[in-house]
């Protein structure tokens, strides 16, 4: 089982109960210990924040925070056949599957028996489609995107995109997908809740843009095509290709051109 990260125990608990076991934890060692060495840590650790962010602020070390941003404007479109990026945009149907999990159980939280059933199942499926993306038309997906909207709700989701319908209903049929779904639909998991979405979007009727922004949604999608399955069959090492591009021209100025519906030029503004 893989190691959860701390934002699960971040969302597992609110902030005033975080502070309160910090608070706790503290006054536990100022009992037992030497109050300068309780400090001493607690004030370098600080320190150090501070000299660095100053450092930062004023050029002196490079700022991390930027080394997966993509300066400018980018784009992300599904790929040809042969791995390319086609030189009209949105020119293919996508599929968008919205997947979501919640947490009700207010007591052990993410750490609910059911819960963590429920996500050991979601792992396997996702590296099922991971290892066969060209089988399931499956293009790639977001990493998970955790509640912020209610305090506590142990809500997690994730966006996935898909080549067709069929190709998400094949998946459906799947053995990794079917001894999950077996699973929650016989069982009494009050403790968990599952929900999705399906969006059958016509080529046309969607586009992206992206701003100085870290490749997220179909801009990190690993997307397979199929010249490489063919290698991956022959026993050959073959790449996944990136859709995303620089939106540059008028092909890719507004959202309309994008969707090819402009009308007139007056419409064709950056955005």
């Known amino acids: 089982m893989a190691p959860m990260p701390y934002q699960i125990l971040r969302d597992d608990f609110k902030l005033s109960t975080l502070l309160y076991m910090g608070a706790f934890i503290q006054a536990v060692l100022f009992l037992i210990a030497p109050h300068r060495i309780v400090a001493m840590p607690v004030i370098l650790t600080l320190a150090g924040l501070v000299t660095k962010n100053i450092l930062i602020r004023f050029g002196f070390i490079r700022d991390p925070s930027f080394d997966r941003v993509y300066v400018g404007r980018t784009t992300a479109q599904i790929v040809?056949?042969?791995?390319?990026?086609?030189?009209?945009?949105?020119?293919?149907?996508?599929?968008?599957?919205?997947?979501?999990?919640?947490?009700?159980?207010?007591?052990?939280?993410?750490?609910?028996?059911?819960?963590?059933?429920?996500?050991?199942?979601?792992?396997?499926?996702?590296?099922?489609?991971?290892?066969?993306?060209?089988?399931?038309?499956?293009?790639?997906?977001?990493?998970?995107?955790l509640s912020t909207d209610v305090e506590n709700t142990n809500s997690a989701a994730w966006i996935s995109y898909w080549r067709s319908l069929e190709h998400l209903q094949a998946f459906a049929q799947a053995e990794?997908?079917?001894?999950?779904?077996?699973?929650?639909?016989?069982?009494?998991?009050?403790?968990?809740g599952i929900m999705h979405e399906t969006y059958v979007v016509p080529a046309g009727n969607w586009e992206t843009i992206y701003h100085n922004f870290v490749p997220f949604g179909l801009g990190q999608a690993k997307q397979p095509f199929k010249e490489a399955d063919s290698m991956r069959k022959k026993g050959m090492r073959a790449p996944h290709a990136s859709g995303l591009m620089e939106a540059k021209g008028p092909t890719w100025k507004s959202m309309k051109s994008r969707m090819k519906k402009l009308t007139t030029e007056k419409e064709a503004h950056n955005d």
Request: overall charge negative; aromatic content about 10%; charged content about 30%.
């Open 80 to 145: 040809n056949d042969d791995g390319s990026v086609p030189e009209n945009g949105c020119d293919k149907e996508i599929v968008v599957f919205l997947l979501g999990s919640c947490t009700n159980n207010a007591i052990d939280g993410r750490f609910d028996s059911d819960t963590l059933e429920v996500r050991d199942m979601f792992g396997d499926m996702w590296k099922e489609l991971s290892d066969n993306r060209e089988k399931w038309g499956f293009i790639g997906k977001t990493g998970t995107l």
């Open 176 to 192: 990794a997908h079917q001894k999950g779904l077996n699973w929650y639909m016989k069982g009494k998991h009050p403790s968990v």
